[in-house]
Structures are given as C-alpha cells and as structure tokens.
C-alpha cells in the first residue's frame, strides 16, 4: 500500500493513524518473535524492570506497561520458568507479588541494552532528531487523548 498518496482527506488520515498503532504494534511483534528469544511484550516487561530501584510488584509493573496485573502475571510466569526474573511475595504485603531479575535476567537486561539501540537506530533510522523531537511530543499527546478515551468510555458505561 502506498500510504502517503491515500492520505488526502483529514478523516482518512485520523483512520490510518488509529489503525497504524495497530499495525504497527502487530508488525514489532511479529519482528520480535521471529528473531528473539522473547516475545515482544515480555522484552518491554524486562526493560521496565530496568526502571525500579527496587523490585516492583505485578500492579506497578502493569500501569508501567499499560495493561493488567494479569497480563504482567502472564508474561512473567514464563520467565521466571526460563530463569530470567523470580516472583516473590513482597515484604510489605504478603499478598503482593513482586518481580527481580535472577542472575540470568540482569546479564539478559545487561546484553539487551546494545540490542535495544541497535531496534532504535533501525526504527528511527528515517527520522531527523527533530522529527523525533516532534513524534515524541505527538506521542504524549496521544497517551493523553487515549486517557480521554478511556474517561470518555467510563462516562458512557455509567450514563447506560
């Protein structure tokens, strides 16, 4: 598809940035599972870990990630199977669960590092650092009309 002779009318444009989350996400994690030996969603679950002093539990973790604390439980199981992290009880609350990097995890975090600039320049590779710039301050404005969204959903729920 040639996306930039389609785009002609603002409606369409809204459609394909809309959908393009989509596809974008689809396309990264088809990317991901292909080459790595994580998936896409638990690569992200081990580079959040990197932004906790201290060990975090499944709720933290979950708002980090913008999903459930089900989701992050999910995601994690397999590897703390795989030896990468281990779930614990936290010491503040019995009945919180807490994710750390195993030995594993943290040599893991240590290599992914090179592996996350070399993703970075690949996907970034056709920006200038100001169109950067500007898709990072675009993205904050869709995290946050995304928040609208979900307010807005909310308010419709209640009204029904």
Not at 82 to 101: F, M, P, Q, T, V
Not at 102 to 125: D, L
Not at 134 to 147: A, D, F, P, T
Request: net charge negative; glycine share 4%; hydrophobic share 35%.
């Amino acid at each position: 598809m040639e996306y930039e002779k389609m785009g002609k009318n603002l409606q369409w444009k809204k459609n394909l940035l809309f959908a393009g989350v989509f596809i974008q996400e689809n396309l990264l994690h088809s990317i991901f599972d292909r080459y790595n030996e994580m998936s896409c969603k638990q690569w992200l679950l081990m580079s959040v870990l990197k932004a906790f002093d201290t060990p975090p539990d499944l709720s933290t973790v979950a708002k980090a990630m913008g999903c459930s604390r089900q989701n992050v439980k999910q995601l994690a199981r397999p590897l703390e199977q795989e030896g990468y992290i281990r779930l614990e009880k936290s010491e503040e609350d019995a009945r919180s669960l807490c994710i750390s990097y195993t030995e594993k995890g943290k040599q893991f975090s240590k290599e992914n590092t090179a592996k996350g600039r070399f993703v970075h320049e690949a996907v970034f590779s056709e920006f200038t650092e100001d169109e950067i710039d500007i898709y990072y301050s675009l993205s904050i404005k869709m995290m946050n009309g995304i928040k609208h969204l979900e307010e807005a959903f909310q308010k419709q729920k209640e009204e029904v």
